[in-house]
C-alpha cells in the first residue's frame, strides 16, 4: 500500500512540474480543473485489488514501471516517422480528416483535415483550448466524475492533448474522422494522457475511429478518456482500435452522454497490450436514446484484458443493445464487467447483453459478471454468458474436407468473431480488422 | 485402390473393429450393411482419420500409400471424402468460403491452378442444380439450421463439388424422404466412374434399389461377417442380420 502511495506521489510531483509549464496562458477554469483532478488521484492513489471495480486486475505492473511525460522526445520521434510508417493503422483514403498524434501531440506533417466539408470541425485539442476554450469549457468541466476513476483523474490532471471532433447541429459526414495515437520509440518508458472530446449537436451524424498503436516490444503506457456528447436526435458510431505493442500498458475510458431521440454505437476493438483497461460508460440523460456496445479482444501471452462497461439508462423508453466477445489464448486473463443501470424513472427499458469468451488454451482465463442494478418496475433486461472452447467435430469437419488444422482453427476464430467484425459499417477498416485478427492469431502459432 | 487387412480399431480403450478386412477396387461401388453399434461409422472415420479412435493392429492404404498415417486434410486431399452420418453445424462459417477452401486446397495439393470466386461460383451453380438444391444455401453457414435431409444432401453437393476418388458415405440415406432420396442417389450415380470408388453405409435396402451396388458387406461386432453380391442387401431385408454370422465371410 504504501509503494503504491509513494508511486502516485510521483505523478503529484510530475503536475507539479506539468502545471508550471502551463503558465498564463491556461483559462482559469481548466486550472481548477486539473487542480481538483490531481487532488483527487492524490487522495486515492492507484487502486488496488480490494477495489471492487479492480478486483481481478493488478495495475502494480504500472506503478511499479517509472514513466516520463511522453512528449519529450516528440519532435525527434514525430520527425522519424512518415505516413509510410502508420500506414498499417491508416484510413487513408476513406476517412475525412486524420489527425495523427506522435506521443500524445499532433503532428501536423502526418494530418490532414482538408476532406472536411461545412462546419464540421476536427481539431487538436492544444489548439482549441488557446483559440476557443470558452466552447470547451462546459463539456470538459461537467465530464468526469472521477471519486473512484483515478487514471480518468490523472488523464484530467494532465488535460492538454488530445483531439477536438465538433459536429454542428444537421451536419451529416458520410466519411469517417480518424484520430491515430501512435507511441514512438523513446530510451525509457513514457506515458502519454490523451484526452478526446467529441459533441455532435442535434440530428448530426458522424463516424469515429480512435487508433492507439505503437511499436512492437516497446514499454509504454497510454492513459486516455474519451468524452462523447450525442445531441438529441445525433446518430455517432465510435470506434476504438487498440493495437499498441503487447509490452505496453494501455487504460482508457470512453464515456457518452445520450439525448433524447439519439442513438450511439461504441465499438472497441482491443488486439495488443500486456495489461488494458478498457471503460466504456454510456449515460441516456433522456427519453428514447438507443445505445449499442460491441467490443472484441484478443490476448495470448500472459497478457490481460479488463472491460468494464456501464449502460446507465436514467430515463423512460430507451434501448441498449450490448455483445462483448473475447479469445484468449495461452495463458492470458481476461475480465468482463458489464453493468447496467435501470433507474427508477426509467421505465420501458429495454435492455439486452451477452458476453462470450472462447479459450484456446487450458490455461487461458476469464472472469466474467453481469451486474444488473434495476430500480424500475417495467422493463426488459437480459444477459447471457457463455465461455467455450472450439469445437473439436467442428475442427474434424473441416479437416475432412481438405482444409489444415491452423486453417480450421483460424475460420472458427473467426466465425466466433464475426458477428462484432460485421457490425463495423467501415469497409476498409472491417478488412483491416480481420486482418488484425489473422495476424494476432498467427503471431501464437 | 482400398485395401484395408485385419484393421482393429478402439476408443476409449473399447475394441470397436476386430479385424476388419476389405478391399475396393476403383470403378466399384461396395456396401456395408450391419446392426446399430457394429462399428461401420468407427470405420468410416478411422479411414477419414478422426481423432480418438486407435489403430491398434492391421493396415489400411490408398493408392498404395499408408492411409494410417495421414492428416485428416492429407487423406481428404488425396481423393478421400466420407459423407458424415452426422454432419456439423458450423455457425459464423458461410458455406461457400468454406467449400472453396477445401475445393482449391485439393487443387493446390494436386498442382493445379486455385479456382478464383468467378470459377468457383459458377462450377457450384452447376452442382447445386445437380441436386436441385436452393443456391442461398450457399450464403448460409455451413449446415447452420439445415433440416436433417438439408444436411444430408449439403454433404453429397460438397462430394460433387470436390469430386473424390473415394468416396465413404455413411448413412447418407437416413432422413431423407422418398424424392430427396431420388435426388441424392442420381447425384452419386452420376459421380459413379472407372476411377472412383464409393463405399456406402447403410441399413436400408432402399437406397441399393437406386445405387446398385457391386459387393454388400455385413459387418456385426467389428468384423466383417459376410460379403456377397447385390442380392445380400436384399437377403438382409428380409432375413435381418441374425443369419449373417451363420455364413462364410467370402472377403476373408
Ligand atoms: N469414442 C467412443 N468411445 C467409446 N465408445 C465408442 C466411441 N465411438 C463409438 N463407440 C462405440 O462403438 C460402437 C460402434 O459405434 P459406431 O458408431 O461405429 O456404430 P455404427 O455401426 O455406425 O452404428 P449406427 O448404425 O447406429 O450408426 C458403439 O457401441 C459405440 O457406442
Ligand atoms: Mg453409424
Given at each position: ?7 502516485s506521489?510521483?505523478?503529484?510531483t ?7 509549464t502551463q ?7 481548466l ?10 488521484f492524490g487522495n486515492?492513489?492507484f487502486?488496488t485489488?480490494?477495489?471492487?471495480e ?8 504500472i506503478?511499479?514501471?517509472?514513466f516520463?511525460?511522453?512528449q519529450?522526445?516528440?519532435?525527434r ?11 498499417y ?10 489527425l495523427v498524434?506522435?506521443?500524445?501531440r499532433?503532428a501536423?506533417?502526418l494530418?490532414?483535415t482538408?476532406?472536411?466539408t461545412?462546419s ?5 485539442l492544444?489548439?482549441m483550448l488557446?483559440s476557443r ?7 470538459l468541466s461537467r ?7 483515478a487514471?480518468?483523474a490523472?488523464n484530467t490532471?494532465f ?13 451529416v ?7 491515430v ?13 490523451p484526452?478526446?472530446l ?6 448530426s451524424?458522424?463516424?469515429?475511429v480512435e ?5 512492437r516490444g516497446?514499454?509504454y503506457f497510454?492513459n ?14 465510435h470506434y476504438?482500435?487498440?493495437q499498441?505493442s503487447?509490452a ?7 464515456q457518452?452522454r445520450?439525448?433524447r431521440?439519439?442513438?450511439f454505437t461504441s465499438?472497441?476493438?482491443s488486439?495488443?497490450?500486456?495489461l488494458v ?7 441516456m440523460e433522456d ?6 456496445l460491441?467490443?472484441l479482444?484478443?490476448a495470448?501471452?500472459h ?5 468494464h462497461?456501464?449502460?446507465?439508462h436514467a430515463?423512460a423508453h430507451?434501448t441498449?443493445h450490448?455483445i462483448?466477445k473475447?479469445?484468449?489464448?495461452d ?8 453493468k447496467?443501470v435501470v433507474?427508477a424513472?426509467?421505465q ?9 469468451a472462447?479459450?484456446l488454451s487450458d ?10 442494478e434495476i ?7 437480459t ?6 472452447q472450439?469445437?473439436?467435430d467442428?475442427?474434424?469437419y473441416l479437416?475432412?474436407?481438405?482444409i ?7 475460420m ?6 464475426s ?7 467501415i ?10 485478427l489473422?495476424e ?6 | ?15 470397436i473393429l476386430?479385424?476388419?478386412t476389405?478391399s475396393v477396387?476403383s ?8 446392426p446399430n453399434?457394429s ?8 479411414l ?5 479412435y486407435?489403430?491398434?493392429e492391421?493396415e489400411?492404404?490408398f493408392?498404395?500409400?499408408?492411409l ?21 453445424e458450423i455457425p459464423?462459417?458461410?458455406?461457400a468460403?468454406?467449400l472453396?477452401?477445401a475445393?482449391n486446397?485439393?487443387r ?7 479456382l ?8 457450384v ?13 450457399l ?5 447452420e439450421?439445415f ?6 444432401r449439403?454433404e453429397?453437393?460438397?462430394m460433387?463439388?470436390?469430386e473424390p ?7 447418407t440415406?437416413?432422413g ?12 452419386v450415380n452420376?459421380m459413379r466412374s ?8 447403410t441399413h436400408?435396402?432402399?437406397l441399393l434399389?437406386y ?7 455385413v459387418?456385426?461386432d ?17 432375413k435381418?442380420?441374425g443369419?449373417a454370422?451363420?455364413?462364410p465371410a467370402?472377403a476373408?
Amino acid at each position: 500500500m504504501a509503494r503504491v502511495a509513494s508511486r502516485s506521489e510521483q505523478y503529484v510531483t510530475e503536475f507539479e512540474r506539468f502545471a508550471r509549464t502551463q503558465g498564463g496562458s491556461t483559462p482559469s477554469w481548466l486550472g481548477v480543473l486539473r487542480q481538483g483532478a490531481i487532488e483527487s488521484f492524490g487522495n486515492t492513489g492507484f487502486p488496488t485489488t480490494r477495489d471492487e471495480e479492480w478486483r481481478f486486475t493488478s495495475v502494480a505492473p504500472i506503478t511499479e514501471t517509472t514513466f516520463a511525460r511522453a512528449q519529450n522526445g516528440f519532435d525527434r520521434a514525430a520527425a522519424a516517422l512518415s505516413r509510410h510508417d502508420i500506414a498499417y493503422v491508416g484510413l487513408d483514403r476513406v476517412s475525412a480528416a486524420e489527425l495523427v498524434f506522435v506521443n500524445g501531440r499532433l503532428a501536423p506533417s502526418l494530418s490532414r483535415t482538408e476532406g472536411l466539408t461545412g462546419s464540421v470541425l476536427v481539431r487538436d485539442l492544444q489548439s482549441m483550448l488557446s483559440s476557443r476554450p470558452g466552447a470547451l469549457e462546459p463539456f470538459l468541466s461537467r465530464a468526469i466524475e472521477y471519486q473512484d476513476q483515478a487514471f480518468a483523474a490523472l488523464n484530467t490532471a494532465f488535460l492538454a492533448d488530445g483531439a477536438v471532433v465538433w459536429m454542428p447541429a444537421n451536419a451529416v459526414l458520410e466519411t469517417p474522422i480518424h484520430l491515430v495515437f501512435i507511441s514512438s520509440p523513446e530510451a525509457s518508458p513514457t506515458v502519454s494522457h490523451p484526452r478526446v472530446l467529441i459533441v455532435a449537436e442535434e440530428n448530426s451524424q458522424a463516424r469515429v475511429v480512435e487508433t492507439y498503436a505503437g511499436p512492437r516490444g516497446q514499454v509504454y503506457f497510454t492513459n486516455g478518456v474519451t468524452d462523447i456528447f450525442v445531441g438529441p436526435a445525433a446518430m455517432l458510431d465510435h470506434y476504438k482500435i487498440q493495437q499498441e505493442s503487447a509490452a505496453s500498458f494501455h487504460v482508457a475510458r470512453i464515456q457518452a452522454r445520450l439525448r433524447r431521440g439519439s442513438q450511439f454505437t461504441s465499438h472497441s476493438l482491443s488486439f495488443g497490450g500486456a495489461l488494458v483497461r478498457n471503460d466504456v460508460a454510456a449515460v441516456m440523460e433522456d427519453e428514447g436514446a438507443d445505445c449499442t456496445l460491441n467490443g472484441l479482444y484478443l490476448a495470448d501471452g500472459h497478457r490481460l484484458v479488463d472491460n468494464h462497461t456501464t449502460i446507465d439508462h436514467a430515463r423512460a423508453h430507451c434501448t441498449s443493445h450490448e455483445i462483448y466477445k473475447g479469445i484468449l489464448a495461452d495463458r492470458a486473463r481476461a475480465v468482463f464487467n458489464g453493468k447496467i443501470v435501470v433507474r427508477a424513472d426509467a421505465q420501458k427499458t429495454d435492455a439486452k447483453q451477452t458476453n462470450k469468451a472462447l479459450l484456446l488454451s487450458d490455461d487461458a482465463l476469464i472472469n466474467s459478471k453481469p451486474q444488473l442494478e434495476i430500480f424500475a418496475n417495467d422493463v426488459k433486461c437480459t444477459h447471457g454468458a457463455a465461455v467455450g472452447q472450439l469445437d473439436d467435430d467442428a475442427i474434424f469437419y473441416l479437416r475432412a474436407r481438405g482444409i489444415a488444422l491452423d486453417e480450421a482453427r483460424a475460420m472458427l476464430i473467426h466465425a466466433f468473431a464475426s458477428d462484432i467484425l460485421n457490425r463495423v459499417r467501415i469497409d476498409p477498416l472491417r478488412a483491416q480488422l480481420e486482418e488484425e485478427l489473422t495476424e494476432g492469431l498467427r503471431l501464437k502459432a | 485402390m482400398l485395401s484395408i487387412r485385419n484393421l482393429h480399431v478402439s476408443a476409449n480403450n473399447k475394441p470397436i473393429l476386430k479385424g476388419v478386412t476389405l478391399s475396393v477396387t476403383s470403378g466399384e461401388v461396395h456396401a456395408i450393411m450391419g446392426p446399430n453399434g457394429s462399428g461401420k461409422s468407427t470405420l468410416a472415420g478411422a479411414l477419414a482419420g478422426r481423432p480418438g479412435y486407435d489403430v491398434t493392429e492391421g493396415e489400411a492404404s490408398f493408392d498404395g500409400r499408408n492411409l494410417l498415417e495421414m492428416d485428416p486434410e492429407e487423406r481428404a486431399r488425396e481423393g478421400l471424402f466420407m459423407a458424415f452420418q452426422y454432419p456439423v453445424e458450423i455457425p459464423g462459417v458461410n458455406n461457400a468460403y468454406f467449400l472453396k477452401a477445401a475445393l482449391n486446397a485439393a487443387r493446390k495439393h494436386r498442382g493445379e491452378e486455385e479456382l478464383d470466386a468467378m470459377e468457383f461460383m459458377a462450377l457450384v451453380r452447376d452442382k447445386a442444380k445437380l441436386l436441385q438444391m436452393d443456391a442461398t444455401m450457399l450464403n448460409r453457414a455451413v449446415n447452420e439450421g439445415f433440416s436433417g435431409g438439408e444436411k444430408k444432401r449439403n454433404e453429397i453437393f460438397q462430394m460433387a463439388v470436390l469430386e473424390p476418388r473415394l468416396a465413404i458415405l455413411d448413412e447418407t440415406d437416413s432422413g431423407l424422404d422418398i424424392d430427396a432420396l431420388k435426388i441424392v442417389a442420381s447425384g452419386v450415380n452420376s459421380m459413379r466412374s472407372p476411377d472412383r470408388a464409393i463405399v456406402i453405409v447403410t441399413h436400408y435396402q432402399r437406397l441399393l434399389n437406386y445405387i446398385v451396388p457391386d459387393v454388400v458387406h455385413v459387418l456385426v461386432d467389428g468384423r466383417i461377417v459376410r460379403s456377397g453380391g447385390k442380392e445380400l442387401a436384399l437377403e438382409l431385408e428380409d432375413k435381418g442380420y441374425g443369419t449373417a454370422d451363420v455364413e462364410p465371410a467370402v472377403a476373408r
